[in-house]
T-cell receptor, first 112, second 118 residues
Framework: DQQVKQNSPSLSVQEGRISILNCDYT??????FLWYKKYPAEGPTFLIS?????DKNEDGRFTVFLNKSAKHLSLHIVPSQPGDSAVYFC???????????FGTGTRLKVLA | GAVVSQHPSRVICKSGTSVKIECRSL??????MFWYRQFPKQSLMLMAT?????????EQGVEKDKFLINHASLTLSTLTVTSAHPEDSSFYIC??????????????FGQGTRLTVV
């Protein structure tokens, strides 16, 4: 049972355009959400997070949107850069725990 | 720079042998560390929570006698894959949080260890 889903395994975007990565979840007990970036054979690197009391969090080129009623979050990267090419994982944490449940990842390719 | 370091980054071992993977928090003390496993093109799956000075907590379906976890100090957790078999070949990653930061904070991940059992 995949509680965190990233339905797009891959995404290609032109440099300078906006990249939108989506994530859906099923467990209403999740109250903290994160996005990580991962290169092959490396550990994930934290990008941005959002608590369930908010619906938007912004950090530079990265913005995360949370729609609790739809159990959906998205990561917007604008403008996209070739160095953003990587696999992006969303993760969700059940309330009061330190655990993360990861999605299956979306491979982003930013074309120069 | 990296705040969580994992060693080795890559290991190849023979079937039936045991392999130890180390995870260190470099600039903070971590009472809790986490071990994940990732199969190719799949998600990171939480295997166990490593607790300093006490037994690890394993997720459902993870064999605790197969994956031994020791968290003997506040900066080091080890995962030992015992009697490794080819199906144990995977990418193992550890993570830790800075202490006293609450549940809604990000975790830092190690570089990962690629285990290949031949």
């Amino acid at each position: 049972d995949q509680q965190v889903k990233q339905n797009s395994p891959s995404l290609s975007v032109q440099e300078g355009r906006i990249s939108i990565l989506n994530c859906d979840y099923t467990n209403s007990m999740f109250d903290y959400f994160l996005w990580y970036k991962k290169y092959p054979a490396e550990g994930p690197t934290f990008l941005i997070s959002i608590s369930s009391i908010k619906d938007k969090n912004e950090d530079g080129r990265f913005t995360v949107f949370l729609n609790k009623s739809a159990k959906h979050l998205s990561l917007h990267i604008v403008p996209s850069q070739p160095g953003d090419s990587a696999v992006y994982f969303c993760a969700a944490s059940p309330s009061g725990t330190y655990k993360y449940i990861f999605g299956t990842g979306t491979r982003l390719k930013v074309l120069a | 720079g990296a705040v969580v370091s994992q060693h080795p980054s890559r290991v190849i071992c023979k079937s039936g042998t045991s392999v130890k993977i180390e995870c260190r928090s470099l600039d903070f003390q971590a009472t809790t560390m986490f071990w994940y496993r990732q199969f190719p093109k799949q998600s990171l799956m939480l295997m166990a929570t490593s607790n300093e000075g006490s037994k690890a907590t394993y997720e459902q379906g993870v064999e605790k006698d197969k994956f031994l976890i020791n968290h003997a100090s506040l900066t080091l957790s080890t995962l030992t894959v015992t009697s490794a078999h080819p199906e144990d070949s995977s990418f193992y990653i550890c993570s830790a949080r800075r202490p006293a930061t609450g549940v809604n904070t990000e975790a830092f991940f190690g570089q990962g260890t690629r285990l290949t059992v031949v």
